[in-house]
């Protein structure tokens, strides 16, 4: 689903990804993980297209990011973790607005609005201006944007920061039900208990070297997720 060969990006003098390489499949939740500054977020946007990128390759279902950025940004949604949404549509003109991007179908997109806007609490809002969201809001009408023309991969950079207890869950839930289709997720964190609990794999990235990867039960061992990073963190120091 995701390929990621000998990524690297630099600015200036430093390599913010240093010849990273990754691969999710299918069916797979990865988190990525790693401190601040690390290179999570200019490896998330890299993938996305968002960042061009110095050297190394990127696929998303077979597509380059490079030579097929097209072709390829059809089968993603992309997360950030502070969304820039259009303030001046209201949550329904917006969540339209996406769908008409990616050809979704007038019968499809009601469909998938009404279940997330239900499932999210946010069905109430979907007619007042984006303007007058909360930070919580706004993720939650992201998470609806992302999914309504049905992506092969999702992309999210801190999904649960500014999601209250109630919708954390549910998207837990929605991120488990999208690759139980055959989707696939990749997206940072920095709660890790959450990492624990819902990842299939994890990637720990440092001054944007992967430091280690696999299974979380590979990367864990018998300890938790938490004493492994932080042991890592000061063993790469």
């Known amino acids: 689903m995701l390929k990621i060969e ?3 990006k630099i600015y200036g003098d430093k390599k913010a990804v240093d010849n990273l390489s990754l691969q999710i499949n299918p069916g797979e939740i990865y988190g990525f993980i790693g401190h601040n500054g690390a290179g ?3 490896t998330l946007k890299s993938v996305v297209g968002v960042l061009k990128f ?3 390759e990127i696929y998303i279902d077979g597509n ?3 030579n097929s950025p097209i072709e390829a940004k059809k089968k993603i949604a992309y997360i950030p973790d502070n969304p820039d949404l259009y303030d001046f549509f209201t ?3 917006y969540l339209n607005f996406v769908a008409d991007i990616f050809g979704v179908s007038k019968e499809e997109r009601e469909e998938r609005i009404e279940k997330y806007a239900d499932v999210l609490g946010l069905k109430n809002e979907l007619g007042n201006s984006v303007s007058s969201y909360s930070h919580g809001m706004k993720q939650k009408l992201a998470v609806i944007s992302a ?3 049905n992506p092969k991969l999702i992309v999210m950079d801190e999904p649960f920061v500014g999601l209250d207890p109630k919708a954390a869950h549910e998207l837990k839930e929605i991120m488990k039900e999208h690759c139980k289709s055959g989707g696939a997720i990749f997206f940072s964190t920095h709660v890790l208990e959450v ?3 819902l990842c299939d794999k994890v990637a720990i990235i440092k001054n944007g070297k992967l430091i280690k990867s696999g ?6 061992g018998d300890e938790s997720l938490e004493d492994v990073f932080l042991e890592l963190e000061d063993k790469n120091a």
């Open 195 to 197: 990492a624990e609990k």
């Open 215 to 220: 299974t979380v039960s590979e990367v864990k």
């Open 91 to 93: 949550g329904i003109k």
């Open 64 to 66: 380059s990011v490079k």
């Open 147 to 149: 999914l309504i023309h």
């Open 40 to 42: 999570k977020t200019t």
């Open 54 to 56: 110095d050297s190394g």
């Open 6 to 8: 000998n990524l690297t």
